[in-house]
Structure formats: C-alpha cells, structure tokens
C-alpha cells in the first residue's frame, strides 16, 4: 500500500515536470516565478510572525512533505526501496547545478527566504527552488550561470572579511598626547574602547636593530595617537617629497596656468554667476516692516521729535565764565578746565586793612623786581570812600589777556613718555663676574731717559724688550723689573718685537732706515742653538736685476759682541716691525705716500725680502699677520685691507670710520680685529658679521696710540695720550649667532704726561693677566 502511494506520488511529480517544461516553452515560466517569489516571501513574512523560541515549532522538510513520522519510521525499518534511491540521485543531480557555481564563491552560509534564518547548503528546503530559477535563467539567456543567486540569498560579508587590516582611529580629538604618559592607554577607538599601550616601549638598542634588520624603516612613522608604526606607501612618500621640495602635493596640478580675469571694465553680457536671485532679494522683509511701523508709532505719539537745523545767523558764542565742572567735556580723561582768576582778596578793597598796606621799604623792592617775580600785579590804595575810586586802567589789558588764556590754553593732557633712565644703560655684568683682568699698578722699570716708543715680551713672559728714543735697547727680568742688559744702537728705537716662536730666542728692533736682528741669548742651550743655526743660514743668490731695495749684512766687531746679529737695511725711515706666528717671517713698514715700497717682508731663514704690493693705496700705518691663516692685514689711514698670501688678492676691505688709524691688533682665533685712531676711537670689527665696525668705544679723551689683545684671556687694552690705559673684557663665542661681549672693566692710571704725549705702547703678558705700558715719562708699567 505504501509502496503504491509512493509511485503515485513519483507519477504526479513527473506529470508536474512535463507540464512546467509546457509552460517554459509557452513563456509562462516568468509569471510562475514571480508568483512563486512572491508567495515564498509572503510566507517567510507569515510564518516569521507565527514561529515561537522553541525549536519544535520550527518547519522541517518532513513536515513539508506531509507524511507522519511513524510513516518514515517504518520505511526506515523496511530498509527503503530503489525508487528512494533513484529520488535520492535525483535530487543529487540538481542540487549540483547550484551547488557548483556557489562552491567557486566559497560561502559557507547563505540566507534562507523560507524559514527566515541561515542555513547550510545541505539544507533541503530551498534547493528545488534554487535549481528551478537556475534553469530558468540559464533558458532564457538572462545570464550565462547561476551565480546571480548570491544576489537574492544576501551575504553576510563581514563574517567572511579575511581583511586583517583594522581602522583603529583615535577620538580623543587635538589634544597635547603628554596627557596620556601616565595612563597604559592613549586614548579610545570608534567603538569607545581604549587603544592601550604596546607592552614594551622601544629603547635604543631596539630601535638600532630595526634599524639595521628591517628594510622598511626608513618609510616607518611612528604614530603618538595610536601607539603604532605605520609603515608609508610609495604614493605617500613621493607626496612627503614633493611637500618638502615646497611643490603642490597633486601631481597634475599646473601653477602656472594662464590667469583668467573673470571681472573687467568690459560690460559682459552673461553674468559671472547664473544663480537665481533669492526671495528675499525682491520680497519686503516682514522684520523691517514692524520697525518702521514701530518708528512711525513713534513719530506721531511724539516719543521721536525731529532734527532741527539749527539757526547759525546769529551766531554761536562761548560763555567764558561758565561753569565746566558739570559739562560732558568735564567727564573726559583728558580734559582740562580754562584757569579761573582767583577771586579778589582784601588788598584789592579800595578800603583795605592796614596790614596790607604797603612800607616805603616794600614799595621800593616792589619796584626794583621784575614783573614776572612781583607776589602782587598792583600796589594796594586807600580811598575814603567808593566814588573816589577811579576806573582800573589795566582793565583792558587784563580782559584780553583773560582771553588768550581760555583760547589759547592747551585743553588736553599730553602723554608723557615716563621713561626710567636707569633702563636706558644697557643691563651689562658686573666687573667682578669678569675677572680675572689687571686693576693695580705692581711694578715700575725705571732705567730709559726718553720715549719709550715699543715695548715686548717673550713668549716664556719671563723677559721684557723697550726700545726708546735715547737710542737704547734694554732687556728687562719681569718679576724683579731688573735690567739685565742694555744694547745702544745709535739711534732712535720706533719698534721692537721678540720672535714668538718659543722654540727662538730673537729680537727685531727698528733703528732708522735699518732692522736690527738681536740675540739676547736669555733661553737654555738648544733655544740658542736653534737661534745660531737660524741666523748662520746663507743668503740665496737668485738673478739680480739691478739693484736691491733691501740688503742684508751681518755684524762685526762690538755690534756683533753685544747681540746684534744681522742688519736689514732698508731704502726709507722704518716705522714698525712684526714677527709671523711661526718666527721665520717678519714685516716691516715704511710710511711714504711717493713710494709704493711701504711694506717688505723679510725671511730669516733664506735672508731674502720682497715687496709684496705693487702699489700702495694710501699711507700704511700698521700690518700684522693672521695668528693661523695665510691672511696679512695691512692698515691704511682710513680702512684696513684683508690680503690672501696664498692667492695673492685682496679678500676683504674693513671700513674703520676714523680719520687716521694709529693701531692695529688681532685676535688669537682669527675672526675678530680692533684698530685705534686718532680721533679718540677704538674700533672692533667681528670678520664673520660685516666689514664696518661692529662696536665703537670712545673712552678715551685723547690720542688712541697703541691696542692689544691677550692671548689666552678675553681682555683687550687701548693706550692713549690721555695718560690712561682702560683694559675691556671682550668674549668670543663659538656660536655665529651670538654677539661678543665687550664691557670696560677698569682704568689703569700712573703715566705722567710728558711734552702732551701719554702711553705710547700697551701689550699683555702671554700667560697671565697682566699688562705693561711704556710711556712718554721714560717708564714702563705692570699692571697685575
């Protein structure tokens, strides 16, 4: 019995079958189809409403079938049947038409119309359904396969999102991220939950290996917002480049595209803009209506009178004597009141008391002062009654005097700048942040019996050289201000300099037109070996052409005893002389405006001299050599010149503002002279900053005749002819950026002035802060 039900059933499926092809190719299959997706959704929606929690209440495809459950029960116990096991192919062989397409897109899930709820793809209840619109689509050549059925069964995409990048955002908004140092987390995400710190923060040696391991950390910024490290792509990259080359992040954007003037003094028929105009625009506004209605209201109750023009045919006049306390000028800041006359006193009665009565003695003194110191404009009268008094004869003069006080009286406050003066002078440090620098006098040589003109020390600053106009030279022990030796050279010293070569023990001195190279012979064996074996070198014979300007000649006889070794003879008066830093070159001038043979330079150890100039610009008055570089500084009467003994050229002019240069000193870094004029001024110029002076002294009253500058501290001294010396405390920084500073610091006196002449020479000992000066008094001076 069961067994013929089940065929029957097989039967109709198949008639079923053949009649839905019927239908396929009469075309009616679209509308079976909507009606079908139709009525399945209506029943989704129904059976949604009617379906409980429990799971029994849920449809199965045995409940579709409408057979009992005891039914299958004992099929199952019979063992079933082939017509089961054709059915079961059947349905095997449809379900791969949908199966296959939906396996390539590898979904798992997919949405089930019927029951409202995912299923598994082994789910029966809508397979049928699923072969038949695949069927019908693949008929009707809507499209080539059935993979549009992922479209109608809606995925879940995120539960198949293999993304793994997250978009962590952090919402704390603009906010300075130091907040968060002492919180593990830095802040909250989109969701509201805290993005906490990495674990372990990167040190150094950390941060060292991936730098040298990973090859992404060049492109790697480390995001403070997240705590992250985010890894920059090429396109950003290439976008950070062109930001920093200052160019436009978009790579086809054109800056320099023809300008379009869109307004002209052309009439265009088309507007810039074809926006419709607004309502409001030609609408009156129902707000200014009520107001003008307000104001009208206004107007006619009589609450807003109207402007009258005022009558200016008779005339505006100005009460003199008014009261302006009370006046709307009165309550202004700046106001000030018209003077008022003090009112009258009883020495101006015709009758007054008799203590106001002028004596003979008070009416004298009256008379005799001026007007302006008069206490009383007037001499008191008396007179018996008030008819005899008669008309005040000032009385004219006074009323117009009255009227240029209220007119012409200034009526308004001026703003006084209140300026302290103690805030004008420059907040400088004090001296005694500043020291150490000389202040006292300790020591006086006493021995010349003329100008002392030059003044050096050695480089050990154990002995002390003085050249003076009584034609000696004298050779002096610092500590004990001792002559130890006194050489007369017949003349007239203008310069001495010791060799600063400490491995040297030589003394130039300028007698005339001559150089004198002396050997003191006050050093040990090898210094004075290396001297004689200097001054024994022979003299180079290149090709003369003609005569020398310049002849060298060793001494003889008594010269020779008393330390003068070599004599460089020159063509004029020699006015100074120089040593390089290094001990074998030295440079002597000779001031002469007819000549350009001013300055030679002279090499000891070859006795050879050559005239390094061609022509003179101007009346050299001092040179000196860079303390490390091949630069020589030649100073002319207004300017010092800066010249290359390399390239041979001249590479800076330094404009030194002043007359006549008297002076000139370099510092030991190089990068920083001062000159001293004339004119009372004393000049520092910074090399590095500008070719004008970047400070101008003028300390002195007279003369500046002789600056220095110490080797090792930050002072510098300027000698002048009023008697004085002032020792400056003057800082070098490393730093470009940072000015020296320059702070007088002290006033060193004891120099007589002798035949208007002061100190003539300054310098410093090379190692401690102290100074000598040599005088017009035939003394030098220690200053420690």
Same mark, same amino acid.
Request: proline share 7%; charged share 30%.
């Given at each position: 019995?069961?067994?013929?039900?089940?065929?029957?059933?097989?039967?109709?499926?198949?008639?079923?079958?053949?009649?839905?092809?019927?239908?396929?190719?009469?075309?009616?299959?679209?509308?079976?189809?909507?009606?079908?997706?139709?009525?399945?959704?209506?029943?989704?929606?129904?059976?949604?409403?009617?379906?409980?929690?429990?799971?029994?209440?849920?449809?199965?495809?045995? *409940? $579709?079938? !409408? %057979? #009992?459950? =005891?039914? &299958?029960? +004992? @099929?199952? *116990? $019979?063992? !079933? %049947? #082939?017509? =089961?096991? &054709?059915? +079961? @192919?059947? *349905?095997?062989?449809?379900?791969?038409?949908?199966?296959?397409?939906?396996?390539?897109?590898?979904?798992?899930?997919?949405?089930?119309?019927?029951?409202?709820?995912?299923?598994?793809?082994?789910?029966?209840?809508?397979?049928?359904?699923?072969?038949?619109?695949?069927?019908?689509?693949?008929?009707?050549?809507?499209?080539?396969?059935?993979?549009?059925?992922?479209?109608?069964?809606?995925?879940?995409?995120?539960?198949?999102?293999?993304?793994?990048?997250?978009?962590?955002?952090?919402?704390?908004?603009?906010?300075?991220?130091?907040?968060?140092?002492?919180?593990?987390?830095?802040?909250?995400?989109?969701?509201?939950?805290?993005?906490?710190?990495?674990?372990?923060?990167?040190?150094?040696?950390?941060?060292?290996?991936?730098?040298?391991?990973?090859?992404?950390?060049?492109?790697?910024?480390?995001?403070?917002?997240?705590?992250?490290?985010?890894?920059?792509?090429?396109?950003?990259?290439?976008?950070?480049?062109?930001?920093?080359?200052?160019?436009?992040?978009?790579?086809?954007?054109?800056?320099?595209?023809?300008?379009?003037?869109?307004?002209?003094?052309?009439?265009?028929?088309?507007?810039?803009?074809?926006?419709?105009?607004?309502?409001?625009?030609?609408?009156?506004?129902?707000?200014?209506?009520?107001?003008?209605?307000?104001?009208?209201?206004?107007?006619?109750?009589?609450?807003?009178?109207?402007?009258?023009?005022?009558?200016?045919?008779?005339?505006?006049?100005?009460?003199?004597?008014?009261?302006?306390?009370?006046?709307?000028?009165?309550?202004?800041?700046?106001?000030?009141?018209?003077?008022?006359?003090?009112?009258?006193?009883?020495?101006?009665?015709?009758?007054?008391?008799?203590?106001?009565?002028?004596?003979?003695?008070?009416?004298?003194?009256?008379?005799?002062?001026?007007?302006?110191?008069?206490?009383?404009?007037?001499?008191?009268?008396?007179?018996?009654?008030?008819?005899?008094?008669?008309?005040?004869?000032?009385?004219?003069?006074?009323?117009?005097?009255?009227?240029?006080?209220?007119?012409?009286?200034?009526?308004?406050?001026?703003?006084?700048?209140?300026?302290?003066?103690?805030?004008?002078?420059?907040?400088?440090?004090?001296?005694?942040?500043?020291?150490?620098?000389?202040?006292?006098?300790?020591?006086?040589?006493?021995?010349?019996?003329?100008?002392?003109?030059?003044?050096?020390?050695?480089?050990?600053?154990?002995?002390?050289?003085?050249?003076?106009?009584?034609?000696?030279?004298?050779?002096?022990?610092?500590?004990?201000?001792?002559?130890?030796?006194?050489?007369?050279?017949?003349?007239?010293?203008?310069?001495?300099?010791?060799?600063?070569?400490?491995?040297?023990?030589?003394?130039?001195?300028?007698?005339?037109?001559?150089?004198?190279?002396?050997?003191?012979?006050?050093?040990?064996?090898?210094?004075?070996?290396?001297?004689?074996?200097?001054?024994?070198?022979?003299?180079?014979?290149?090709?003369?052409?003609?005569?020398?300007?310049?002849?060298?000649?060793?001494?003889?006889?008594?010269?020779?005893?008393?330390?003068?070794?070599?004599?460089?003879?020159?063509?004029?008066?020699?006015?100074?002389?120089?040593?390089?830093?290094?001990?074998?070159?030295?440079?002597?001038?000779?001031?002469?405006?007819?000549?350009?043979?001013?300055?030679?330079?002279?090499?000891?150890?070859?006795?050879?001299?050559?005239?390094?100039?061609?022509?003179?610009?101007?009346?050299?008055?001092?040179?000196?050599?860079?303390?490390?570089?091949?630069?020589?500084?030649?100073?002319?009467?207004?300017?010092?010149?800066?010249?290359?003994?390399?390239?041979?050229?001249?590479?800076?002019?330094?404009?030194?503002?002043?007359?006549?240069?008297?002076?000139?000193?370099?510092?030991?870094?190089?990068?920083?002279?001062?000159?001293?004029?004339?004119?009372?001024?004393?000049?520092?110029?910074?090399?590095?900053?500008?070719?004008?002076?970047?400070?101008?002294?003028?300390?002195?009253?007279?003369?500046?005749?002789?600056?220095?500058?110490?080797?090792?501290?930050?002072?510098?001294?300027?000698?002048?002819?009023?008697?004085?010396?002032?020792?400056?405390?003057?800082?070098?920084?490393?730093?470009?950026?940072?000015?020296?500073?320059?702070?007088?610091?002290?006033?060193?006196?004891?120099?007589?002035?002798?035949?208007?002449?002061?100190?003539?020479?300054?310098?410093?000992?090379?190692?401690?802060?102290?100074?000598?000066?040599?005088?017009?008094?035939?003394?030098?001076?220690?200053?420690?």
């Amino acid at each position: 019995m069961k067994k013929t039900e089940k065929t029957n059933k097989k039967r109709s499926k198949q008639d079923e079958e053949e009649e839905e092809e019927e239908d396929q190719a009469a075309g009616g299959r679209g509308g079976e189809l909507g009606e079908l997706l139709f009525n399945l959704n209506n029943k989704s929606l129904e059976e949604d409403e009617d379906l409980s929690d429990s799971e029994e209440s849920v449809y199965s495809g045995l *409940e $579709d079938s !409408g %057979s #009992d459950p =005891d039914e &299958e029960e +004992e @099929e199952g *116990e $019979d063992g !079933g %049947s #082939d017509d =089961d096991d &054709e059915d +079961e @192919e059947d *349905e095997q062989d449809q379900n791969e038409k949908v199966l296959i397409p939906l396996a390539d897109k590898k979904l798992d899930k997919i949405t089930c119309r019927t029951k409202g709820k995912f299923c598994s793809l082994d789910c029966k209840c809508f397979r049928p359904l699923m072969n038949l619109i695949a069927d019908w689509l693949v008929e009707t050549h809507l499209f080539s396969s059935p993979d549009w059925l992922l479209w109608y069964f809606s995925v879940d995409e995120y539960d198949h999102d293999t993304s793994d990048e997250e978009d962590i955002r952090n919402t704390v908004g603009n906010i300075p991220m130091e907040w968060y140092k002492d919180f593990p987390h830095v802040g909250y995400d989109l969701d509201g939950k805290k993005i906490f710190k990495p674990i372990r923060n990167k040190d150094e040696l950390d941060d060292f290996l991936d730098k040298m391991e990973n090859p992404d950390y060049w492109k790697t910024v480390h995001d403070k917002k997240t705590a992250s490290d985010i890894v920059l792509s090429e396109e950003q990259i290439e976008l950070v480049n062109r930001l920093q080359k200052g160019q436009f992040g978009d790579v086809n954007f054109n800056e320099y595209e023809p300008t379009v003037e869109f307004f002209s003094n052309d009439v265009m028929i088309h507007p810039v803009t074809n926006r419709p105009a607004d309502k409001r625009s030609f609408i009156p506004s129902l707000i200014e209506k009520e107001k003008v209605s307000k104001l009208v209201h206004a107007i006619k109750m009589g609450w807003i009178k109207p402007r009258r023009v005022q009558d200016d045919s008779r005339g505006r006049f100005y009460d003199l004597w008014a009261n302006e306390d009370s006046s709307i000028l009165a309550k202004h800041k700046m106001h000030l009141p018209a003077p008022k006359i003090p009112l009258p006193g009883h020495e101006e009665s015709y009758n007054p008391p008799p203590e106001f009565m002028f004596t003979d003695e008070e009416k004298a003194l009256w008379e005799q002062q001026d007007p302006s110191d008069r206490k009383l404009p007037f001499i008191p009268k008396k007179y018996p009654s008030l008819r005899q008094v008669p008309a005040f004869s000032r009385f004219i003069h006074e009323r117009f005097e009255r009227c240029l006080d209220l007119y012409l009286c200034p009526r308004q406050r001026k703003m006084r700048v209140n300026v302290n003066p103690e805030d004008l002078i420059p907040k400088l440090p004090k001296p005694k942040d500043l020291q150490p620098f000389p202040t006292t006098q300790a020591l006086v040589y006493r021995g010349h019996s003329g100008l002392v003109r030059s003044i050096s020390v050695s480089p050990s600053g154990q002995w002390l050289v003085s050249g003076s106009d009584d034609g000696s030279v004298r050779l002096w022990e610092v500590c004990s201000s001792r002559c130890l030796k006194t050489v007369q050279v017949g003349g007239a010293v203008k310069s001495v300099a010791w060799n600063p070569n400490p491995s040297l023990c030589l003394v130039a001195v300028t007698v005339d037109s001559a150089v004198l190279i002396l050997s003191p012979a006050l050093a040990d064996k090898q210094v004075i070996s290396a001297s004689e074996r200097l001054l024994s070198a022979q003299q180079e014979e290149g090709p003369s052409e003609g005569p020398q300007p310049v002849v060298w000649s060793e001494m003889e006889g008594e010269e020779l005893n008393q330390g003068i070794r070599l004599k460089i003879q020159h063509p004029k008066p020699v006015h100074q002389v120089t040593w390089h830093s290094k001990g074998d070159y030295l440079a002597s001038v000779m001031p002469d405006h007819s000549s350009h043979m001013q300055v030679f330079i002279h090499q000891l150890s070859r006795r050879r001299s050559q005239n390094p100039f061609r022509r003179n610009k101007g009346l050299v008055q001092a040179v000196s050599f860079h303390p490390i570089r091949p630069y020589f500084f030649v100073a002319t009467q207004r300017s010092v010149r800066i010249y290359n003994l390399v390239k041979q050229e001249m590479t800076k002019k330094l404009q030194a503002n002043s007359k006549w240069i008297s002076s000139i000193a370099v510092h030991s870094g190089g990068d920083h002279v001062i000159c001293g004029s004339y004119d009372c001024r004393l000049s520092w110029f910074d090399l590095d900053l500008s070719t004008k002076p970047y400070k101008m002294l003028r300390h002195h009253k007279k003369a500046v005749r002789s600056v220095a500058y110490h080797r090792g501290y930050p002072l510098f001294a300027s000698a002048s002819d009023d008697g004085s010396v002032i020792v400056c405390h003057g800082t070098v920084y490393n730093d470009l950026l940072q000015n020296p500073l320059i702070v007088p610091v002290k006033v060193l006196r004891g120099h007589v002035i002798t035949h208007d002449l002061g100190v003539l020479d300054v310098t410093f000992h090379p190692t401690q802060p102290w100074v000598f000066s040599s005088g017009a008094d035939a003394t030098i001076r220690l200053f420690t």
